[in-house]
Every structure is written in structure tokens, then in C-alpha cells.
């Protein structure tokens, strides 16, 4: 009985066992889902008051609500005239005075004594010249020393107050003294990261002495909570790595060196320092799991190629997989003519070089020239295979698949992934890069791509043209789009213009596209040649109407979201976004990410609905848009308006939700969290020699959790 109190113990004791609680107030906390000691613990102040320089009379606000700090000066009771009882209070603090008026409430003349501390929550309203308040929360402090008030969510349905839960939290912490709280977190990592004991934090972040105290209580129950997420994505992917017999790649060679020298251009920095980290994990014999974040134009073909190509010189095959026939033949192009005259070195040939071999498998690759991709890949003739989930039909085999790139992973599922990977054979895994122009904040990445290394291109090569955006509210200004619309196409460009996003409705989006697609075509752009995509149409028609805007029979293409997703005409400079209010940044980035692609300059219109300039003027998706092109700031901003919670599973609200730590504020405690969960890990792999941790992950992540956070 005398080891120290854990986490696991609390959550085993009912909040019944507090004072105060009975089955009123139980079935209260119960509403706001607090039942265990734990639930109690941690659930946090949302703020803390100090009596010192907060919370005076002076600063109070007639209409708005607010807490005071007060000494009661003097208490008079008297009956109404329909003879109810109205007790009237002066109270006072070193900045002035105020009545409080409590209606109904007679016994308040035997509470409230003169020179009683007391704190008041409430609205305060002028009434004959001077602030008053009626009826509001009161609670006696006068043997509450401390200098700092923790205020607690308060919820006035489940009729539970901030007063009383700090009281609860406070016994509860007394009785915990003497057997103490537990640490799991090993002192090692303590100390290295500067963080109090658990226990010191829980009394820290619930009754602190000064805000100090409070700072460093938040910093240690943050780390906790990050570094719990951390442990479970870093089990979770040393323990599949484990499982896992890799390729040993060698990067030195000559046939990475012959496409360096072939490029037209040298590599960006960013480019350079991915392809380091690329190849150490190549030359590892863990299989890779690595994701390449950057932005749309940042260069990431060329990474992947750089890394398929060490596959190849080590003898190996590599496959690249894309989410769409139209996305598959174009880096089929594109790769092709990046390695348009490289040849590999050949030790079984007179000559020393053989042609590299690249086939393309998608769907439409039939007959007999499948059966010669399907042979060559069998047979390991074909070094580079690209196409789209074809690649993990059951038909297709490897001989040797060395080096797997995905590309814009967020269009495939994880089953996807593993079966491209379990292709290989004898076994071993193949090393796995997934691609994505999705940035997402580095920090927030560990968390959500947990289980993957993450490898960032945030820079863009150079001798871009901006994209200029503009944000075009109302007809009046509408106007103007369809006359730059029209002036491009003039000069030989060609345009895209999206449709408004209709909720859920496919359907709906469907017929909102062809009506755009006929007032345009019979109004604003009458006279241009328009073409109309949209996802109900077959695949044949929409790669039909593609290769007519690529070849440039048409003019302008009226689409959904369909387009959404890595189309390459470098000729289309203008985009319009109709209803732009109503896409997430990150769409509206892959959006305007269709232009800006070739040599001319681009732009791109947000079109809104007129809103009151007066009312709400102000939209802040569309604002940062305008504002910057940088992917990676943008999704900052979109993290910052969306909030938290999003990252996690929204579904499951409860033990494993961040409460403390904040994905975007605590930047550099998730960096901490991570690396100390990998030292935690790869020294104790199933945590047997930190029983406690492996405990309260246990209690804290539930089957669910522990399979959102790995999804990938
Ligand atoms: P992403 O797939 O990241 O959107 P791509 O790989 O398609 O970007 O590259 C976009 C364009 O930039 C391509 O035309 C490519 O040839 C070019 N490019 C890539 N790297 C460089 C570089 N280091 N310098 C100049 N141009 C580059
Ligand atoms: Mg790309």
C-alpha cells in the first residue's frame, strides 16, 4: 500500500469517495465525464487568476462577465414588497466598491460575515450610478491562501461550478500525498528535458503558488501527454520494422551519377539534403518508411528518381504508384524524358551499358503489350514500373522489388501501400517513399504520419513565377475574372475554372458544374472553346476531354475537385475558384497548385458571393491564400483555424485527448517527446524495464486510438 499512487489507481476510484459527492452531484460530474480520479486530475483549469493583479472592481465591465477577488464590507437583509428576501452586500478591494444583490436567498446573511475574503463570478450592470451584481456564483476563499485562483470549465446544465471542483481536486491531491504520485517518465529523460516530477506538476498546474509554477506544471503534463502519442507510434513502428527483412541499397554509384550529370539543372538544397536521407536509409538494411513532404512544384519527381535509380545499380527493381491513370502517364512522360539517354552499367555486357527500362501499367495497358510489362517485370527486365493500383493486381509479380514511391498518399489506403510492398520477393521488404503536396506542419506530421520518417522539401527550385492570387467579391468584381479569362486565352493560354463544392451531393456537384459550364459558355465566355469535367463522367471521356485541353482544342475547362490532383498543363495560366469560401486551404492550395506550372505568369481568382463588408468581410481562408503561396504557412494557418482536435480522432474524445499540449504552441515539446520516446524505445523495445509507462498507455489508449494515430 505504500507505493506510490498511479494513474491506472486513480482512474480505479470513484469521484463518490469525495466529499460533497452524492448521487447529485455524481450523475452532475458524470454529465461532464468526470467518474474517476483521474478524470478529475486532469481535467485542467481553463485559466488561472491571480488575485494580485487581475480580477479587480476597477477593470469590471458593465454586461460582461468576470470574476472578482473581494473583502465583504457589509451585509443588510431586508423583505421586498411581494415579501421576498433580498440580501444586499457591499464589498470592496484595493480598487474600489460594488453591491451585490442576492435575491431568494436568505441564508446568504448568515454566509457572508464582514471581512470575509470571497470570490465573486458574475455579471456586473450599472445601476444608479455605481456597478452592481445579482446573484452570482460566490465562494468562500478566506482559508484559500494561495495567490493564484485556478478557474475550472464550469457547466452550468450539469449545475457543477469551478469552486467545488477545486475543492475535489484539492482533497484529492491531499489524499494523495502520502503514498505520493508515481513517475514513469525516467529520471534520464527528466532531467535532460527539464521537467518536475508528475507530482509536483498536478499540484503545480491545480494550486499553484505564482504563474511560474504553473508554466512549469503545464510544460511536464504536456510532455506527458505528447510523449504517451510518441510511444505508442514509435512501439508500434520499431515493432514493424522488426518484422521486416530490408533491401541493403548502395547509393554510391555511377548510374545516380549519370542522372546528376544528365539533369538540366543542379538540385535545389532541399532537394539535396532529402536525397541524403533518402540513401542512409537505403543503404540500411531496415526497410525505409519514409514520408517526402513538399509543396506542389517543389521537385519531387526528381527525389523519387534519384532513389528508384539507387534500386536499379543495386540491382534491383522500383515501382512508383499513382493515384490515377492521367496522374500515372504523366510521370510515365516525365520520367521517361528525365532519363532520356541514361543507361545502366552492365558487367554482363561486352559494351559495359544497357538501356534502362521503364514500362507504364495502368488499365488501359491491355493485350499483348500487358502481357510484355507483366513478363518483363516477372522476369526483372523492367527496372521502373509506374502505373496505378494495376501494379498490386494479383496478375503482377517482381522479380526483385527493391524501392517502392507513392505518390499523393492521402488517395490511397494503407492496404494499398502494404500490398505494393508485399510484392516483393523472398520476403524481404522493399523500402517505401510516399509522396504528398499535402504539407502539414512538421511537428503535426510526427503525430499524424507517426510511424513514418518524414523528410520536408521546403524550398522550391528557383526562377518561378509567383502565382498572384486575387480575391474577386461579388458580381462587380466577377466581371473582371471572366475579362482576364478571356484576355489570356487571347494571348494563347488556356484557363481552369472550378465549380462551387455542393456538400456531400455528387450529384449535385454534378449539375452545378453543367450549369456553370452553360452560362459560361453561352454568357461570360461565349465565343471560347469549353470543355466540361466532372466525376460522373467515364474514365474514357474524362481522359478524352483531358488530352483535348493538354493538346489545346480547349480553351477554358469548366471542372469539379476532380482536377484537384496533380493535372500538368503547363499552358493554363488562369485558375477561378467560384463559391472559394466554402474549400479548406488545403484544397484551394492543390487547386491554384494546377497553375503557375510553365513559363508564363499565372493567376488565380478566389470568387466569393458579395458579402456585407460591414458583417463579415473577413474570410480568413481565402485572405491567407491571397496572402502567400508557401504551402507550409499555409498550413500553419489552416491548423490555427481549425483548431487542435482535428489531428486527433475526432470520433474519440476522452483519456488519449491532447487537453494540455497544443500541436502548434508546443512546437519544440513534440520534437522532445519524440526523441525521447526513441530512446525510451530502442533501449527497452517492449518497455519491460518501464512497467509503469507500458501501464498507462495501456489504460489510456484504447484498440481505436492506438489504430487512428497509425494511420497512415
Ligand atoms: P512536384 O512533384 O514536387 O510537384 P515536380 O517534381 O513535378 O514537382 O517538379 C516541378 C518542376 O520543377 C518540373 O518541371 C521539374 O523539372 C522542375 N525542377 C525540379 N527540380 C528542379 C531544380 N532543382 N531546378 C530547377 N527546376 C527543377
Ligand atoms: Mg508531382
Given at each position: 500500500m505504500?507505493?506510490?499512487i498511479?494513474l491506472?489507481?486513480?482512474?480505479?476510484?470513484?469521484?463518490?469517495?469525495?466529499k460533497?459527492?452524492?448521487?447529485?452531484k455524481?450523475a452532475s460530474?458524470?454529465?461532464?465525464?468526470?467518474e474517476?480520479?483521474?478524470?478529475l486530475v486532469?481535467?485542467?483549469?481553463?485559466r488561472?487568476?491571480d488575485?494580485t493583479?487581475?480580477a479587480r472592481?476597477?477593470d469590471?465591465?458593465?454586461?460582461e462577465?468576470?470574476?472578482?477577488?473581494?473583502?465583504?464590507?457589509?451585509?443588510?437583509k431586508r423583505?421586498?414588497?411581494?415579501?421576498?428576501?433580498?440580501?444586499?452586500?457591499?464589498?470592496g478591494?484595493?480598487s474600489g466598491?460594488?453591491?451585490v444583490?442576492?435575491?431568494?436567498?436568505?441564508?446568504?446573511?448568515?454566509?457572508?460575515?464582514?471581512?470575509?475574503?470571497?470570490?465573486?463570478?458574475?455579471?456586473a450592470?450599472?445601476?444608479?450610478?455605481?456597478?452592481?451584481?445579482?446573484?452570482?456564483?460566490v465562494d468562500?476563499i478566506?482559508?484559500?491562501?494561495?495567490?493564484?485562483v485556478?478557474?475550472?470549465?464550469q457547466?452550468?446544465k450539469?449545475?457543477?461550478n469551478?469552486w467545488?471542483m477545486?475543492?475535489?481536486?484539492e482533497e484529492t491531491?491531499?489524499?494523495?500525498?502520502?503514498?505520493?504520485i508515481?513517475d514513469?517518465?525516467?529520471?534520464?529523460?527528466?532531467?535532460e528535458?527539464?521537467?518536475?516530477?508528475r507530482s509536483?506538476?498536478?499540484?503545480?498546474i491545480h494550486?499553484?503558488e505564482d504563474?511560474k509554477q504553473?508554466?512549469?506544471?503545464?510544460r511536464?503534463l504536456a510532455f506527458?501527454?505528447?510523449?504517451?502519442v510518441?510511444l505508442v507510434l514509435v512501439?508500434?513502428k520499431r515493432a514493424?520494422e522488426?518484422g521486416?527483412?530490408?533491401?541493403t541499397?548502395?547509393?554510391e554509384?555511377e548510374?545516380?551519377?549519370r542522372f546528376?550529370?544528365?539533369?538540366?539543372?543542379?538540385?535545389?538544397?532541399a532537394?539535396?539534403r532529402?536525397i541524403?536521407e533518402?540513401?542512409?536509409?537505403?543503404a540500411n538494411?531496415?526497410?525505409?518508411?519514409?514520408?517526402?513532404?513538399?509543396?506542389v512544384?517543389a521537385?519531387?519527381?526528381?527525389v523519387?528518381?534519384?532513389a528508384?535509380?539507387?534500386?536499379?545499380?543495386?540491382g534491383?527493381q522500383?515501382?512508383l504508384m499513382?493515384?490515377?491513370e492521367?496522374?500515372?502517364e504523366q510521370?510515365a512522360?516525365?520520367?521517361?524524358e528525365?532519363?532520356d539517354?541514361v543507361?545502366?552499367?552492365?558487367p554482363d555486357n561486352?559494351?559495359?551499358d544497357?538501356?534502362l527500362?521503364?514500362?507504364?501499367?495502368?488499365?488501359?495497358?491491355?493485350?499483348?503489350?500487358?502481357?510484355?510489362?507483366l513478363a518483363?517485370?516477372a522476369d526483372?527486365?523492367?527496372d521502373i514500373?509506374?502505373g496505378?493500383?494495376a501494379?498490386i493486381?494479383d496478375?503482377v509479380?517482381?522479380?526483385?522489388?527493391?524501392?517502392?514511391v507513392v505518390d499523393?498518399q492521402?488517395?490511397f489506403g494503407?492496404?494499398?501501400?502494404s500490398?505494393?510492398?508485399?510484392k516483393s520477393?523472398g520476403?524481404?521488404m522493399?523500402?517505401?517513399l510516399v509522396?504528398?503536396?499535402?504539407?502539414i506542419?512538421?511537428?503535426a506530421?510526427?503525430?499524424?504520419?507517426?510511424?513514418?520518417?518524414?523528410?520536408?522539401?521546403?524550398?522550391l527550385p528557383?526562377?518561378?513565377t509567383p502565382?498572384?492570387?486575387?480575391?474577386?467579391?461579388g458580381?462587380?468584381?466577377?466581371?473582371?475574372?471572366?475579362?482576364?479569362v478571356?484576355s489570356?486565352?487571347e494571348?494563347?493560354?488556356?484557363a481552369?475554372?472550378v465549380?462551387?463544392?455542393?456538400?456531400?451531393?455528387d450529384k449535385?456537384e454534378v449539375?452545378?458544374?453543367e450549369?456553370?459550364?452553360?452560362?459560361l459558355?453561352?454568357d461570360?465566355?461565349?465565343?471560347l472553346?469549353l470543355?466540361?469535367?466532372h466525376?460522373?463522367?467515364t474514365?474514357?471521356?474524362?481522359?478524352?476531354?483531358?488530352?483535348?485541353?493538354?493538346s489545346?482544342?480547349?480553351?477554358?475547362?469548366v471542372a469539379?475537385t476532380v482536377?484537384?490532383?496533380?493535372?500538368?498543363v503547363?499552358n493554363?495560366?488562369?485558375?477561378v475558384?467560384l463559391?472559394?469560401?466554402?474549400f479548406?486551404?488545403?484544397?484551394l492550395?492543390?487547386?491554384?497548385?494546377?497553375?503557375?506550372r510553365?513559363?508564363h505568369?499565372?493567376?488565380c481568382?478566389l470568387?466569393?458571393q458579395?458579402?456585407d463588408?460591414e458583417?463579415?468581410a473577413s474570410?480568413p481562408r481565402v485572405?491567407?491564400?491571397?496572402e502567400?503561396?508557401d504551402g507550409f504557412?499555409?498550413?500553419?494557418v489552416d491548423l490555427a483555424?481549425?483548431?487542435?482536435?482535428?489531428l486527433m480522432s475526432s470520433?474519440?474524445?476522452?483519456?488519449s485527448d491532447?487537453?494540455?499540449?497544443?500541436?502548434?504552441?508546443?512546437r519544440n515539446l513534440?520534437e522532445?517527446?519524440r526523441e525521447?520516446?526513441?530512446?525510451?524505445?530502442d533501449?527497452d523495445?517492449d518497455?519491460?524495464?518501464h512497467?509503469l509507462?507500458a501501464?498507462?498507455l495501456?489504460m489510456?489508449?484504447?484498440?481505436?486510438d492506438?489504430?487512428?494515430?497509425s494511420?497512415?
Amino acid at each position: 500500500m505504500s507505493e506510490p499512487i498511479t494513474l491506472r489507481d486513480l482512474a480505479g476510484m470513484s469521484v463518490e469517495r469525495l466529499k460533497g459527492v452524492g448521487p447529485k452531484k455524481l450523475a452532475s460530474l458524470e454529465k461532464v465525464q468526470i467518474e474517476n480520479l483521474f478524470d478529475l486530475v486532469t481535467t485542467y483549469p481553463r485559466r488561472w487568476v491571480d488575485r494580485t493583479n487581475e480580477a479587480r472592481i476597477a477593470d469590471l465591465v458593465p454586461g460582461e462577465e468576470a470574476l472578482v477577488l473581494v473583502t465583504v464590507r457589509s451585509v443588510n437583509k431586508r423583505m421586498t414588497r411581494n415579501r421576498r428576501a433580498m440580501v444586499n452586500v457591499n464589498v470592496g478591494d484595493g480598487s474600489g466598491r460594488m453591491d451585490v444583490v442576492f435575491f431568494n436567498q436568505p441564508w446568504r446573511e448568515r454566509q457572508l460575515k464582514e471581512g470575509l475574503q470571497i470570490a465573486l463570478f458574475g455579471k456586473a450592470d450599472t445601476y444608479r450610478g455605481g456597478l452592481q451584481m445579482s446573484n452570482p456564483v460566490v465562494d468562500l476563499i478566506g482559508d484559500r491562501t494561495g495567490r493564484i485562483v485556478p478557474i475550472y470549465p464550469q457547466s452550468e446544465k450539469a449545475q457543477i461550478n469551478t469552486w467545488e471542483m477545486a475543492g475535489w481536486v484539492e482533497e484529492t491531491l491531499r489524499r494523495c500525498a502520502a503514498r505520493g504520485i508515481a513517475d514513469p517518465v525516467p529520471s534520464a529523460v527528466r532531467s535532460e528535458h527539464r521537467l518536475i516530477p508528475r507530482s509536483e506538476a498536478l499540484e503545480g498546474i491545480h494550486l499553484p503558488e505564482d504563474m511560474k509554477q504553473k508554466e512549469r506544471a503545464r510544460r511536464r503534463l504536456a510532455f506527458d501527454e505528447l510523449l504517451r502519442v510518441q510511444l505508442v507510434l514509435v512501439l508500434r513502428k520499431r515493432a514493424l520494422e522488426r518484422g521486416q527483412h530490408g533491401v541493403t541499397h548502395t547509393p554510391e554509384g555511377e548510374l545516380v551519377e549519370r542522372f546528376y550529370d544528365s539533369l538540366p539543372y543542379p538540385l535545389t538544397g532541399a532537394q539535396r539534403r532529402t536525397i541524403d536521407e533518402i540513401f542512409a536509409d537505403l543503404a540500411n538494411p531496415h526497410p525505409m518508411h519514409r514520408l517526402l513532404q513538399g509543396d506542389v512544384g517543389a521537385g519531387k519527381t526528381v527525389v523519387s528518381v534519384a532513389a528508384m535509380l539507387v534500386a536499379v545499380q543495386s540491382g534491383h527493381q522500383a515501382a512508383l504508384m499513382a493515384p490515377t491513370e492521367v496522374l500515372a502517364e504523366q510521370h510515365a512522360t516525365s520520367v521517361r524524358e528525365m532519363l532520356d539517354g541514361v543507361t545502366v552499367p552492365d558487367p554482363d555486357n561486352l559494351f559495359g551499358d544497357r538501356p534502362l527500362r521503364i514500362e507504364l501499367l495502368t488499365n488501359r495497358v491491355t493485350g499483348a503489350a500487358r502481357k510484355d510489362v507483366l513478363a518483363g517485370l516477372a522476369d526483372g527486365s523492367v527496372d521502373i514500373a509506374i502505373g496505378t493500383h494495376a501494379l498490386i493486381q494479383d496478375a503482377v509479380g517482381f522479380e526483385s522489388l527493391g524501392m517502392v514511391v507513392v505518390d499523393e498518399q492521402h488517395r490511397f489506403g494503407v492496404e494499398q501501400r502494404s500490398a505494393l510492398r508485399d510484392k516483393s520477393a523472398g520476403g524481404r521488404m522493399p523500402d517505401t517513399l510516399v509522396m504528398t503536396a499535402t504539407p502539414i506542419p512538421r511537428t503535426a506530421a510526427m503525430t499524424v504520419y507517426g510511424d513514418l520518417d518524414v523528410s520536408v522539401l521546403d524550398e522550391l527550385p528557383p526562377g518561378r513565377t509567383p502565382i498572384v492570387t486575387m480575391w474577386a467579391n461579388g458580381t462587380l468584381m466577377e466581371t473582371g475574372v471572366w475579362r482576364d479569362v478571356r484576355s489570356e486565352v487571347e494571348a494563347g493560354r488556356q484557363a481552369y475554372v472550378v465549380c462551387p463544392l455542393i456538400g456531400e451531393s455528387d450529384k449535385l456537384e454534378v449539375a452545378s458544374a453543367e450549369e456553370t459550364f452553360e452560362r459560361l459558355a453561352n454568357d461570360e465566355l461565349e465565343g471560347l472553346s469549353l470543355g466540361l469535367l466532372h466525376g460522373k463522367l467515364t474514365p474514357d471521356e474524362k481522359e478524352a476531354t483531358m488530352d483535348r485541353f493538354r493538346s489545346g482544342e480547349i480553351d477554358v475547362l469548366v471542372a469539379t475537385t476532380v482536377i484537384e490532383v496533380g493535372v500538368d498543363v503547363p499552358n493554363a495560366t488562369v485558375m477561378v475558384i467560384l463559391d472559394a469560401d466554402r474549400f479548406g486551404i488545403a484544397q484551394l492550395h492543390q487547386l491554384r497548385g494546377r497553375v503557375g506550372r510553365g513559363e508564363h505568369a499565372s493567376t488565380c481568382w478566389l470568387v466569393t458571393q458579395q458579402t456585407d463588408p460591414e458583417v463579415d468581410a473577413s474570410n480568413p481562408r481565402v485572405e491567407a491564400l491571397v496572402e502567400t503561396t508557401d504551402g507550409f504557412a499555409l498550413a500553419e494557418v489552416d491548423l490555427a483555424l481549425r483548431g487542435e482536435g482535428t489531428l486527433m480522432s475526432s470520433a474519440q474524445k476522452g483519456r488519449s485527448d491532447l487537453k494540455l499540449a497544443s500541436l502548434r504552441r508546443d512546437r519544440n515539446l513534440v520534437e522532445l517527446a519524440r526523441e525521447a520516446a526513441f530512446s525510451i524505445v530502442d533501449s527497452d523495445p517492449d518497455l519491460a524495464q518501464h512497467p509503469l509507462l507500458a501501464d498507462e498507455l495501456d489504460m489510456i489508449f484504447s484498440d481505436q486510438d492506438e489504430e487512428f494515430l497509425s494511420r497512415s
